[in-house]
């Protein structure tokens, strides 16, 4: 982290390649990577480190999320809805990690913009429910024509009956169209994800504001707290475990689940009873959609869906079932959540005259209106959509792994979407003309150098932000989720305070003091070793570790903001939580013992 006495976080100039590392840049199209004639621009401008979404290395092929969703953000601020105050934002990769940096309205055109917001905006609110149905059927309806894409080798000749109708067109032709429909739907789908979620981010911010004025001395905790308690087609997966851990017990099979193995074992154990048969046909019916999820997030072709590896929630459920077999409650409090919504709403809006009450309550409904979409469309795009555009990926990976372009089924991912494209050409021309493609002989030494240089490029943290603050951060993508404002950068400048680094301040982003053990959680991979009581630190969580949060007392991450899927689950799931602390992933340490406190958003090191 910067020192105290810095005013600008570190430049491009002082960040060296990590050795092995030498030559990152060409691994990634040019408009992603800083170029050397725009240094003085980029170096005074504000970039974040984005790990809320890429807290790994991105590989090249995985840049099409960053891509995607970058544009998609930018299109519906700048050009669909026309928000007043931000068009977007722009991306970089820097030594593998994606960082982003809010693009701002010119502060002279922000008050023209503001009619036409209203006029669009307001279309969106008043037929919310009917627009969102709609949205879930184009959604869906991607889904289903990114399932229908196929990608299988090439024949020896044409079916002669093509050639009896006069088709006149090759095998070839569909290969390279599925992937460039591969490529399509994506891009599609990104852009259905954010046609409402800045609308929810500012319906949120807008009644966000309102409070600071209405009550200049509200948490910004308080404010989060009188729009929680809300049933969420993101937690649906785990609560299709839980349902599935009871429905063990009364049909008396959690012995099985909890002294076989989980994955193909225990499926093969349970088929041996009919009451085993009666609890798998309710594990099928739950899996399509609800286990299209992942621990991941969704912008990795290495992230492992619940879907394709069984032993990944028959694992939640044995937990659970060992919970219910020691007495637990292992349902979210969702009475408790609305109760206490209800209780601060009432308080606050009790301070109000009456006009300005009716004002509080029509931007309140309108803030909970919005709300659900914040989190589930992260359901429908980020898992769903993306298990099944990696699953077509990895098999069209496979395929040219056994035409010999690369030895490992993953080679694909260290080559860029156009370089794919490049390859499937010279796969399908030598197939054509009857000779040996140049892929073989040309790509597998390269994706070693590329692997080389990944491998390198991880063994180094990221820095949280480069380059010259800003004066404000006005995009509320980047305030509601990231939690990137003006005050938090001064903190992150500032560092860590407390006397030798022991306290990290960042925001009350779920309320509760809990102290325990902490346990440094990377990825997904580590989730199997956290234990029952420890604490979470971490870069950021995602929705998928949601089963892990019953067992632990508290969370802290470097990234998120109020309205991160990190403080929206721990609050769902009453965890503690401090997000946005810049560093505490890399301050704290696995078994240090430390102190959260989600209503001050400070996380303290105690030994």
């Not at 790990?51 to 995985?62: D, K, L, M, S």
């Not at 922000?110 to 669009?120: G, H, I, K, S, T």
Request: glycine share 8%.
């Amino acid at each position: 982290m910067p020192t105290a006495s810095r005013t600008t976080f570190p430049r491009l100039s002082e960040l060296p390649a990590p050795a092995g590392a030498e030559g990152w840049e060409r691994l990634y199209p040019y408009h992603l990577v800083f170029q050397p004639g725009r240094r003085k621009t980029d170096e005074s401008t504000f970039w974040f480190c984005d790990t809320q979404h890429w807290p790994r290395v991105i590989r090249p092929f995985e840049t099409i999320g960053v891509e995607f969703s970058v544009k998609g953000l930018g299109q519906y601020n700048s050009r669909y809805f026309l928000m007043p105050t931000a068009y977007g934002l722009q991306s970089r990769i820097h030594q593998g990690y994606c960082y982003v940096s809010p693009v701002a309205v010119p502060a002279g055109q922000v008050e023209a913009r503001a009619p036409e917001f209203l006029r669009r905006a307001d279309h969106y609110f008043d037929h919310w429910e009917e627009l969102l149905a709609n949205w879930k059927r184009k959604v869906l309806g991607t889904v289903r024509e990114l399932e229908a894409i196929r990608f299988g080798p090439l024949p020896d000749a044409q079916p002669f009956p093509e050639i009896e109708a006069g088709l006149g067109l090759d095998s070839s032709d569909s290969l390279l169209d599925q992937y460039d429909r591969l490529i399509a739907l994506c891009h599609r789908a990104w852009q259905y994800h954010f046609e409402f979620l800045n609308l929810g981010y500012a319906a949120y911010l807008d009644f966000f504001t309102a409070c600071r004025r209405w009550f200049p001395d509200i948490p910004e905790l308080g404010i989060a707290k009188m729009v929680q308690g809300v049933r969420m087609d993101l937690f649906r997966p785990d609560d299709e475990l839980k349902r599935l851990a009871k429905l063990a017990v009364e049909l008396g099979v959690d012995g099985v689940i909890t002294t076989t193995d989980p994955g193909p074992p225990l499926l093969k154990a349970l088929a041996g009873s009919p009451q085993g048969r009666a609890w798998l046909d309710a594990w099928r019916d739950a899996g399509d959609p609800w286990f299209n999820f992942t621990s991941g997030n969704g912008f990795y072709a290495s992230d492992v869906y619940w879907l394709d590896d069984p032993s990944l929630p028959l694992g939640y459920i044995r937990d659970y079932v060992l919970r219910l077999r020691r007495g637990e409650i292992i349902d979210r409090d969702l009475s408790g959540l609305v109760d206490e919504r209800e209780r601060i709403t009432g308080e606050y809006a009790a301070l109000l005259d009456p006009t300005e009450r009716d004002l509080f309550q029509l931007k309140l409904a309108l803030a909970r209106q919005a709300y659900p979409y914040v989190e589930n469309h992260n359901f429908y795009i980020e898992h769903w959509t993306m298990s099944v555009f990696w699953r077509k990926a990895r098999r069209l990976s496979r395929l040219l792994a056994k035409a010999g372009f690369w030895p490992d089924r993953d080679g694909m991912f260290y080559l860029t979407r156009d370089e794919v494209r490049e390859a499937l050409f010279d796969y399908v021309n030598g197939w054509a003309s009857g000779t040996r493609p140049v892929g073989p002989d040309y790509w597998p030494p390269e994706i070693e150098r590329r692997r080389r240089i990944v491998d390198a490029l991880a063994r180094r943290r990221p820095e949280p932000a480069l380059g010259t603050p800003p004066e404000a951060v006005t995009e509320p993508f980047t305030i509601m989720l990231a939690g990137i404002t003006t005050e938090r950068i001064r903190s992150w400048l500032s560092g860590p305070t407390g006397g030798g680094e022991r306290e990290l301040t960042g925001l009350a982003a779920s309320p509760g003091i809990a102290e325990g053990t902490a346990r440094i959680v990377h990825g997904p991979d580590d989730l199997p070793l956290v234990q029952e009581g420890e604490i979470i630190v971490a870069a950021v969580t995602a929705p998928g570790w949601s089963p892990v949060f019953g067992r632990i007392r508290a969370a802290v991450t470097d990234i998120g903001g109020v309205m991160s899927h990190t403080a929206i689950v721990c609050r769902e799931y009453s965890v503690p939580a401090v997000t946005g602390t810049g560093s505490a992933s890399t301050h704290i340490t696995t078994g240090q013992r430390i102190r959260v406190d989600g209503n001050a958003g400070t996380a303290t090191i105690l030994d």
